[in-house]
């Protein structure tokens, strides 16, 4: 699976949104991008994934460039529940055991 | 509904000891994965089942670590012999299916001393 490359961390306001980007340039056609994230002390949690188009669900858009090399999660209004360390992952969707391949992740603080 | 749950939450152990490690995956899930965390880093993959087949265990360490999920639904993971580089967050996972969403449980911060 592709490697990611994402800032070590980040601050947010509470209220505004809050843009988490990450690179995988070496990203192949087959392979979707993931955001899972993890609050302190509690397993990682499924955020969104996608392969080309941009995506929205109930928690979060995910912003995929044309070229695919690069995408960013967009929390639209971060709130102190969304402090987090949030890792961006590559993987490919074939029926064998697809693990999650976790980087270093971004440790997202929203403030006050 | 009830999401995976894990036990014990927290372990300590004297170098040397043997531990097990539960896991209860989401009824219904075919693909279990565990996984360690090491303090301030990402999970890290140890090994995957599909049902009660260990199908790939690439990640376990080393032989000291061994998983086992019998009938297709709870798993355990053991280690022999702890070592104080095992000390680490143990996090299991399920999914419907291999590629599909996985879903963690809250792990078992097992301490080595």
């Known amino acids: 699976d592709a490697k990611t490359t994402q800032p070590t961390s980040m601050d947010c306001a509470e209220g505004r949104a809050a843009n988490l980007p990450c690179n995988h340039s070496?990203?192949?056609?087959?392979?979707?991008v993931y955001w899972y994230r993890q609050i302190h002390s509690q397993g990682p949690q499924y955020i969104i994934h996608g392969l080309k188009n941009n995506e929205t669900n109930e928690m979060a858009s995910l912003i995929i460039t044309e070229d695919r090399k690069s995408s960013t999660l967009i929390l639209p209004h971060a709130t102190l529940r969304d402090t987090a360390v949030y890792y961006c992952?590559?993987?490919?969707?074939?029926?064998?055991?697809?693990?999650?391949?976790f980087g270093g992740g971004t440790r997202l603080m929203v403030k006050p | 509904g009830a999401g995976v749950s894990q036990s014990p939450r927290y372990k300590v152990a004297k170098r040397g000891q043997d531990v097990a490690l539960r896991c209860d995956p989401i009824?219904?899930?075919?693909?279990l994965f565990w996984y360690q965390q090491a303090l301030g880093q990402g999970p890290e993959f140890l090994t995957y089942?599909?049902?009660?087949?260990?199908?790939?265990k690439s990640g376990l360490p080393s032989d000291r670590f061994f998983a086992e999920r019998p009938e297709g639904s709870v798993s355990t993971l053991k280690i022999q012999r702890t070592q104080q580089e095992d000390s680490a967050v143990y996090l299991c996972?399920?999914?419907?299916?291999?590629?599909?969403?996985?879903?963690f449980g809250p792990g078992t911060r097992l301490t080595v001393l």
């Open positions: 009824s219904g899930h075919v693909s």
């Open positions: 996972a399920s999914s419907l299916q291999g590629y599909n969403e996985q879903f």
């Open positions: 070496t990203i192949s056609g087959n392979e979707y």
């Open positions: 089942f599909q049902n009660e087949a260990q199908l790939d």
């Open positions: 992952i590559v993987r490919t969707h074939n029926n064998a055991g697809n693990m999650l391949t």
